[in-house]
């Protein structure tokens, strides 16, 4: 066991089948993100068929690229964001609830589909403080038995102005 690829499961050949073996290669790409541009730098295998003398990226590849690309931009990572999850105890549901996202969307995040805004990513930076979930939860559980001193999110408000709106622009 003292190849340094070992941890890397080479795939068999999309193109023949055959054999592939690993090399990792340093990888620069510009990433876009509104009208910004990233150079992103990324260490990832590149699987090689010598058979056929197919090169090709697989997932392990495609992961690294999409952690180099949060890394970049200064997001937590799909990793990050599980152990969060995990420190904080919580399922899947409970979780998107404490941050106040819908599953779904903590799926996509979770599952390299889009990366989280940047205000959710420092929310979630909030929550992995330590004794950050349990203010969270603290904070949940006084506006849950609220006697009216606690203070309405200023977001909510926002959202339920806004759906006012929409519901007046229906009436019209
Ligand atoms: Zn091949």
Redesign the pocket.
């Known amino acids: 066991m003292n190849d340094m690829n070992v941890e890397i499961h080479a795939d068999?050949?999309?193109?023949?089948?055959?054999k592939?073996q690993i090399h990792w290669v340093e990888r620069e790409f510009d990433w876009k993100m509104g009208n910004q541009s990233f150079q992103v730098k990324s260490r990832i295998p590149v699987e090689y068929?010598?058979?056929?003398?197919?090169e090709f990226e697989g997932e392990e590849a495609e992961i690294r690229k999409h952690d180099a690309i949060c890394r970049t931009i200064g997001r937590l990572t799909p990793g990050d964001i599980e152990s969060i999850q995990k420190k904080s105890n919580m399922s899947h549901k409970q979780f998107a609830e404490l941050a106040g996202v819908g599953t779904a969307s903590l799926s996509r995040w979770k599952n390299r589909k889009t990366i989280q805004d940047e205000s959710i990513d420092r929310l979630l930076r909030l929550i992995s403080q330590p004794g950050g979930v349990l203010r969270t939860q603290i904070a949940k559980s006084e506006a849950d038995t609220s006697c009216g001193k606690i203070l309405t999110f200023r977001g909510l408000q926002g959202t339920e102005d806004q759906l006012r709106k929409k519901s007046r622009n229906f009436s019209l």
């Open positions: 068999a050949c999309p193109c023949c089948d055959g592939t068929c010598q058979e056929c003398d197919l």
